[in-house]
């Protein structure tokens, strides 16, 4: 298992670990590395996870140390003397190997031997059945190496379930790992004899099948031969169900302080420090997992303490496809992203399930959408509007003669039309391709309104070419629009940048979320008297609070900065409007 490699002039020494014997599987996938170059490491602590399609092996440090490179990756595919790792051996365990060589070639081949046992063992033990018909068969633990019984703690199958040869039949744990179960025979199971809870031990019944064709005859469990470990021959290939039960076998064995079993189920023993180690599953569901691409950590465990059964991620992906299908999905979740989990709020209290409006719903899955997608930043400042405040008061008659209200948001409009056409970058969008940018040469703004159903947005089209009746008329038509459910698509299309205006609700300040593929959206709240010192004293002046929040990918910092400084000065002095 160990390649040395002595420095003595620095006194470190540098071993190699190689794959161990895997007891008949030729090769296996390395699935989790859980330390970092230099993490320090005990004798026994595990260094990597390997896994075969029948079981999942912790790959234990034989000495104390220091990580100093994995020589794989996770997902690379290895066999028995491949290398996968180096480890900086502490000067104590150095000073040990250096005085005595053998005593470390003893204790790494030593898994090696008894792994070979287990497959040699397994072999002779394989299939452990006893007749109870001449087409039903009682399927029985087969030899777990040990006298000593261990809890039953998942029934993977059910009566009348159509079960094949390797198929998990039942999950056993000691104090020291899981192991999984696996049916000797194909059939159908016609009753199951034990439940979880129970203690079984080698030679205990688990469950009546019904197997095809004529029943073998009876077999019955030899007793472990007790020869000395040494004389054991390694076998050539364990009979694939039974192998990974003697590895597993072998782990419930080890008491604290014995050598590290190689091919020891790691599921009940989470030894790495990534989170995946700590996962709480046997190496079926893990297999499972792997297939289906689901990340244990993110699958809530039903089974006993905790531990994450097959019907949890079967669940878990149907969770994930149906969340996928519906039009609100990205807000729960997505992108790679851990799923907010679930939570049954009436055990805090009375609830009711209100149904998301359609808008509320794509809404949802459009700011999920937008937020992931675009790397946002806001800049915020405040323009003056006291005259134009003054300005728009003095409007008031003649709009009512011309049956048109006029709010700051006209003037917001107007003042962004203007912005958008002195600052080009704004006007623009990224191309789909992600390498060119659409310069727009046209100029629609869009308008976010507060409905009763959610939140819309329709769009006034060519700001630039309409004057302030004209910008206000249609805020009060689009708004009515909005608000009656009224609104066309194309009402809703094209925009360019856009505004949402909380001023009339309140509010100091807030960050708008770009609404892509716009890059910019201005923010805009509660205009607020304020004491401004203008160079000699302190005079109130009327700040309308202003966040702009835009596409960091199609915008710069300094682009932004002359935006917004632009509209305040657009904002302060309506005059420049004119220009
Ligand atoms: N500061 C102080 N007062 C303001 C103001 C501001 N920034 N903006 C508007 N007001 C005042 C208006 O002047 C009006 O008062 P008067 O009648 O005395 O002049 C009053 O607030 C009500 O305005 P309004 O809401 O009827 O009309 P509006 O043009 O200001 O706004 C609209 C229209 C559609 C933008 C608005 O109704 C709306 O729906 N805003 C919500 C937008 C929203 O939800 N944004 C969040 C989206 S999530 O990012």
Not at 28 to 37: A, C, H, S
Not at 311 to 337: C, E, H, L, M, R
Request: proline share 7%; with cysteine; net charge negative.
């Amino acid at each position: 298992m160990i390649a040395e490699n002595t420095n003595k002039g620095i006194n470190v020494t540098i071993q190699t670990i190689v794959v161990p014997d895997l007891g008949g599987a030729e090769t296996v996938e390395v699935i989790e590395l859980g330390l970092n170059p230099g993490d320090s490491i005990e004798v026994e602590d595990a260094l990597l996870v390997l896994e075969s399609d029948k079981a999942t092996m912790d790959i234990p440090s034989p000495a104390a140390g220091a990580l100093v490179k994995y020589l794989v990756a996770e997902g690379a595919t290895v066999r028995v003397g491949d290398a996968i790792a180096e480890i900086d051996v502490a000067d104590e365990a150095t000073a040990e190997t250096e005085a005595e060589p053998e005593e470390v070639e003893q204790v790494t081949n030593e898994p090696l031997v008894e792994a070979a046992v287990a497959t040699e063992q397994a072999q002779e033990q394989a299939p452990q059945v006893a007749a109870a018909s001449s087409a039903e068969q009682m399927i029985l633990v087969p030899d777990i190496g040990s006298d000593d019984k261990v809890e039953l703690i998942e029934v993977c199958i059910a009566v009348g379930d159509e079960v094949n040869e390797g198929d998990t039949l039942i999950v056993l744990e000691s104090d020291k790992a899981t192991m999984d179960v696996p049916s000797t025979h194909s059939g159908k199971v016609l009753e199951i004899v034990v439940a979880e809870g129970a203690k079984l031990g080698t030679g205990d019944a688990v469950a009546l099948f019904e197997v095809a064709g004529d029943a073998p005859a009876p077999v019955v469990a030899k007793p472990v031969t007790d020869k000395p470990v040494a004389d054991k021959p390694v076998a050539p290939a364990a009979a694939p169900v039974a192998a990974p039960i003697e590895a597993a076998a072998d782990a419930i064995q080890s008491a604290p302080g014995q050598p590290a079993q190689p091919a020891a189920v790691a599921a009940a023993e989470p030894a790495l420090s990534s989170d995946a180690a700590q996962v709480y599953a046997g190496p079926a569901v893990r297999l499972i997992a792997r297939e289906l691409g689901v990340a244990l950590t993110e699958v809530s465990g039903t089974g006993p303490r905790g531990r994450i059964l097959k019907d949890d991620v079967s669940n878990y992906v149907k969770q994930v496809i149906k969340n996928k299908d519906a039009p609100a999905a990205a807000a729960t979740g997505g992108s790679g992203i851990p799923v907010v989990p679930a939570v049954d709020f009436s055990q805090f209290g009375q609830i009711e399930e209100l149904p998301m409006s359609k808008i509320q719903k794509l809404t949802a899955a459009n700011m999920q959408r937008n937020w992931l997608n675009v790397p946002h930043v806001t800049q915020f400042d405040d323009a003056d509007i006291t005259d134009l405040e003054a300005f728009r008061k003095g409007l008031k008659a003649e709009g009512e003669k011309r049956g048109v209200r006029v709010t700051p948001v006209a003037f917001l409009i107007k003042a962004i039309g203007a912005a958008l056409e002195a600052n080009p970058e704004f006007n623009r969008s990224l191309a789909a391709d992600g390498q060119n940018l659409i310069q727009k040469h046209y100029c629609h703004v869009g308008m976010a309104v507060d409905t009763p159903r959610g939140l819309v947005v329709p769009v006034i089209r060519d700001v630039n070419e309409k004057g302030i009746w004209d910008i206000s008329a249609e805020i009060s038509l689009l708004a009515g629009k909005a608000r009656d459910g009224k609104l066309k698509p194309a009402e809703m299309q094209g925009g360019c940048f856009t505004l949402s205006s909380l001023g009339a609700i309140g509010g100091n300040g807030f960050t708008p979320i770009v609404n892509a593929p716009e890059v910019g959206i201005l923010g805009v709240s509660k205009s607020q008297m304020k004491p401004v010192w203008d160079g000699a004293e302190f005079v109130p002046r009327l700040l309308l609070p202003m966040a702009l929040s835009y596409d960091h990918r199609a915008i710069n910092g300094g682009d932004a900065g002359r935006f917004m400084t632009h509209l305040v000065k657009l904002l302060s002095d309506i005059r420049y409007l004119a220009l």
